[in-house]
């Protein structure tokens, strides 16, 4: 009896203070609401989540009020129902997942208010204009997958492939080089945005240069999963509809070094080819209609039906391939081509110009086309194949549905576009939203975004990827880039893909010998092919 005698008063005395606390945060509450003036404009918030559509399955857009004041009080509301109010003494509002879910969820298609209040030196509230944003009705996919290294100049250390849940803030590592010392990570691409069918290409001295070839889509089991090491490169790549063949370019790249550019680095691409590799029978082949000896050929990407392969092509525009940079090497523009494609008959069609680099008078680069078959997403440059390294490279979209009917390829220049670099870029599976890279923020560190695409093809502001911490990039020394959008995790371990990393046994395979097949590899290069 004295044991239940003793904790009854500190119970109390608990309640008695919860309640204090309580009603002291009903009472601000209440002042918030019923005494404030209001500000002529909306506050300033970090990152910048103002006039954006959202995904409905996004985790909680966290940020910073860049405003003056001792206390603030933010709440996010809609009209469909629901609300969240936080209180905050440092201007961070960090929202509960739960509610945040819950909130979304409610309110598909309909407007989110930021109602933003901050207390100033006077002690009295100030309310600022509402922010508006706006909910999607369609789920972007529910993970990113992208690689994350230091952005050097001429070596590797830390890098690796990640997953982050889009759900939430979790983030794991796919494959990273922690353990493998000397290996580069370089492209990661999946079948039809999931995450049981994927390529992973690997180089180094050590271990050798080849692609990993994951496939689990028999087994939704990790261990079960099929891991082969193919004995060979796959820079570019992409999936064929079928899931029965890849098409990939080989590249001899170099990297040099400006002595007076807004960029210190720069890339130039010797030599290229397109190839496909037969999954079923584990062979490579090409065609002399894209493995010419005086063009470059690279950044294949099939249509949706998978009955014709876009790729871009250049003239070469030298002979000297040990002169580093070669001559001309900035005159050299990139046209968009494509060629019809029989898989049952395995048999190619005609060469047609997409879209030309002397009428656009810019290197067109990185074609990518939506699920549903309608958009084609690239990126133009003043010049080059590397657009990450160009100032200039912006995101533009076609209408391939426009261009059946009328014949012609029309395309315009998106309004997401900064004045740094905008690359590597990505569809969700529905192609109602992009991932792209973008080096908007202070020119250095590519991060990336999310934008959402309605269907008469408009594309709205970006957002960048959320962090739980909204000050996160202020202290990144890392860039994010190469984002791939898929359906789920990827489940395979990275334990198992390390061992398919370390072994000996491989696919080999044999290059077909055409006149624009590159010589046996020197070892590999110590640099970064895709920051």
């Given at each position: 009896?004295?044991?239940?005698?003793?904790y009854l008063?500190?119970?109390?005395?608990?309640?008695?203070l919860?309640a204090?606390?309580?009603?002291?945060?009903?009472?601000?509450?209440?002042?918030?609401?019923?005494?404030?003036?209001l500000?002529?404009?909306?506050?300033a918030?970090?990152?910048?989540?103002t006039g954006?559509?959202?995904?409905?399955?996004i985790?909680?857009?966290?940020?910073?009020i860049?405003?003056?004041?001792?206390?603030y009080?933010?709440?996010?509301?809609?009209?469909?129902?629901?609300?969240?109010?936080i209180?905050s003494?440092?201007?961070?509002?960090?929202f509960?997942?739960?509610?945040?879910k819950?909130?979304l969820?409610?309110?598909?298609?309909?407007k989110?208010?930021?109602?933003?209040y901050?207390?100033?030196?006077?002690g009295r509230?100030?309310?600022?204009?509402?922010?508006t944003n706006?909910?999607?009705?369609?789920?972007i996919?529910?993970?990113?997958?992208?690689?994350?290294?230091?952005?050097?100049?001429?070596?590797w250390?830390?890098?690796g492939?990640y997953?982050?849940?889009?759900?939430?803030?979790d983030?794991?590592?796919v494959?990273?080089?922690?353990?493998?010392e000397g290996?580069?990570l370089?492209?990661?691409?999946?079948?039809?945005?999931?995450?049981?069918?994927?390529?992973?290409?690997?180089?180094?001295?050590?271990?050798g240069?080849?692609?990993l070839?994951?496939d689990?889509?028999?087994?939704?089991q990790a261990?079960?999963?099929?891991?082969?090491?193919?004995g060979?490169?796959?820079?570019?790549n992409?999936?064929?509809?079928s899931?029965?063949?890849?098409a990939y370019?080989?590249?001899?790249v170099n990297?040099?070094?400006?002595?007076?550019?807004?960029?210190?680095?720069?890339?130039?691409?010797?030599?290229?080819?397109?190839?496909?590799?037969l999954?079923d029978?584990g062979t490579v082949?090409?065609?002399?209609?894209?493995s010419?000896?005086?063009?470059l050929?690279?950044?294949?990407?099939w249509?949706?039906?998978?009955r014709y392969l876009?790729?871009?092509?250049?003239?070469?525009?030298?002979?000297d391939?040990n002169e580093?940079?070669?001559?001309h090497?900035?005159?050299?523009?990139?046209?968009?081509?494509?060629?019809?494609?029989d898989?049952?008959s395995?048999?190619?069609?005609?060469?047609?110009?997409?879209?030309?680099?002397?009428?656009?008078?810019?290197s067109?680069?990185?074609p990518?086309?939506?699920?549903?078959?309608?958009?084609?997403l690239?990126?133009?440059?003043?010049?080059?194949?590397?657009?990450?390294?160009?100032?200039t490279?912006d995101?533009?979209?076609?209408?391939?549905d426009?261009a059946?009917?009328?014949?012609q390829?029309?395309?315009r220049?998106l309004?997401?576009?900064?004045?740094q670099?905008?690359?590597?870029?990505?569809?969700s599976g529905?192609?109602?939203?992009?991932?792209?890279?973008s080096?908007?923020?202070?020119?250095?560190f590519?991060r990336?975004?999310?934008?959402?695409?309605d269907?008469?093809?408009?594309?709205?502001?970006?957002i960048?990827?959320?962090q739980?911490?909204?000050a996160?990039y202020?202290?990144c020394?890392?860039?994010?880039?190469v984002?791939?959008?898929?359906?789920?995790?990827?489940?395979?371990?990275?334990?198992?893909?390390g061992?398919a990393?370390?072994?000996?046994?491989?696919?080999e395979?044999?290059?077909?010998?055409?006149?624009?097949?590159?010589?046996?590899a020197a070892?590999?290069e110590?640099?970064?092919?895709?920051?």
């Open positions: 009896m004295k044991k239940r005698y003793f008063p500190g119970l109390g005395a608990a309640l008695i919860s204090c606390l309580l009603h002291c945060l009903l009472r601000e509450h209440s002042e918030v609401i019923a005494e404030y003036t500000a002529d404009r909306a506050a918030i970090y990152p910048d989540y954006i559509v959202i995904p409905p399955n985790a909680p857009l966290n940020f910073i860049k405003e003056q004041g001792s206390r009080y933010v709440e996010a509301s809609s009209a469909g129902g629901g609300s969240i109010n209180f003494k440092t201007g961070r509002i960090a509960p997942a739960g509610h945040w819950r909130l969820n409610a309110n598909r298609g309909q989110l208010h930021f109602d933003i901050a207390k100033d030196e006077n509230w100030v309310r600022f204009k509402s922010i706006e909910i999607a009705n369609e789920n996919d529910d993970y990113l997958v992208y690689r994350k290294v230091h952005p050097l100049h001429n070596g250390r830390a890098m492939i997953q982050r849940d889009l759900k939430n803030f983030e794991s590592p494959l990273n080089n922690r353990f493998y290996v580069c370089n492209c990661h691409t999946f079948y039809k945005n999931r995450p049981d069918k994927m390529l992973i290409d690997i180089r180094g001295e050590k271990y240069s080849g692609t070839l994951v689990s889509t028999s087994s939704p261990e079960d999963s099929s891991v082969k090491k193919i060979t490169k796959f820079t570019y992409c999936w064929h509809p899931g029965r063949l890849a370019s080989v590249n001899k990297q040099f070094f400006h002595t007076a550019s807004d960029e210190v680095r720069g890339v130039v691409d010797m030599d290229s080819l397109i190839l496909y590799y999954v029978s082949k090409t065609s002399p209609k894209f010419r000896k005086d063009r050929e690279t950044y294949p990407a249509s949706a039906d998978g876009y790729f871009c092509s250049a003239p070469m525009l030298w002979s391939q580093i940079p070669p001559e090497y900035n005159e050299v523009k990139y046209d968009l081509m494509r060629i019809s494609y898989i049952e395995d048999q190619w069609g005609e060469l047609e110009t997409v879209l030309s680099a002397k009428d656009t008078g810019l067109i680069l990185e990518r086309i939506s699920p549903d078959g309608r958009w084609l690239f990126c133009m440059c003043d010049y080059g194949s590397f657009p990450v390294y160009h100032q490279s995101l533009y979209i076609m209408d391939l426009a059946r009917q009328s014949g390829y029309q395309y220049r309004d997401i576009n900064s004045n670099s905008e690359s590597w870029h990505c569809w529905n192609s109602r939203w992009i991932a792209f890279s080096k908007r923020d202070f020119g250095v590519t990336t975004y999310l934008s959402y695409v269907e008469a093809g408009e594309v709205y502001k970006p960048i990827l959320p739980k911490d909204p996160f202020d202290s020394l890392q860039t994010y880039s984002p791939e959008l898929v359906a789920g995790p990827v489940k395979v371990t990275r334990e198992k893909l061992r990393v370390r072994s000996s046994s491989q696919i395979v044999a290059l077909p010998i055409t006149m624009a097949t590159p010589k046996a070892p590999p110590p640099w970064q092919e895709r920051e």
